[in-house]
C-alpha cells in the first residue's frame, strides 16, 4: 500500500467515525416508553396531561379545563431520572440532545433555573408514576387511549 493509499484511508476513516459521532450526540436520550399522550389521574394538582413527543420535546396542560395555555420544552432521560426543561440553546433550538448532552454535565455540578428532575417510579404500557426531586407529590398518568 503506498503512502497516497493509506492518508486517503485515514482520511475516509476519520470523516466516518466524525459522522457517527455527530449522529450519536445528535440522537435524543428518551425512553421510547414514555412516547405518547399521558392524562393525569388527579389533574386538579399538577399537569393535566403530558405529551412526550419521539424528538425529544414535550407539550402539556397545567389544568384539566385547558383554561391556560398549554406549555412545552423539552424532555431526556438519564438512568432513572425524567428531566425536563424550559430552555433550548441556538443553534439546536428543536430539540437536539447536544444541548441536552451539555446540560449533563452543567447539571452534575449544579442545578439551574428552569429544569425540573423527576424519578421514575414505574412505566408500564397504561401507567406511569414520576416523584419530583423537589419533594412535590407523587404524578400518576394513565396512556391517552388511541383515537
Do not use: C
Not at 13 to 37: E, N, Q, S
Request: charged content about 20%; overall charge positive; aromatic content about 10%.
Amino acid at each position: 500500500m503506498t503512502t497516497r493509499t493509506r492518508r486517503r484511508l485515514l482520511i475516509t476513516a476519520l470523516v466516518v467515525a466524525a459522522l457517527v459521532a455527530i449522529g450519536w450526540l445528535l440522537t435524543p436520550r428518551i425512553d421510547r416508553r414514555l412516547v405518547g399522550d399521558w392524562v393525569n389521574v388527579d389533574p386538579t394538582a399538577f399537569a393535566a396531561w403530558r405529551t412526550f413527543n419521539a424528538d425529544g420535546t414535550i407539550r402539556y396542560a397545567s389544568d384539566s379545563t385547558n383554561t391556560l395555555p398549554p406549555g412545552g420544552g423539552f424532555w431526556s432521560v438519564s438512568g432513572k431520572t425524567l428531566i425536563f426543561s424550559q430552555r433550548s440553546a441556538v443553534p439546536f433550538a428543536g430539540g437536539g440532545s447536544i444541548r441536552r448532552w451539555v446540560y449533563d454535565i452543567i447539571n452534575r455540578f449544579r442545578l439551574g433555573p428552569g429544569i425540573e428532575h423527576y424519578t421514575i417510579l414505574e412505566v408500564t404500557p397504561d401507567t406511569l408514576r414520576i416523584q419530583s426531586h423537589s419533594g412535590a407529590p407523587l404524578e400518576v398518568y394513565r396512556r391517552k387511549p388511541s383515537s
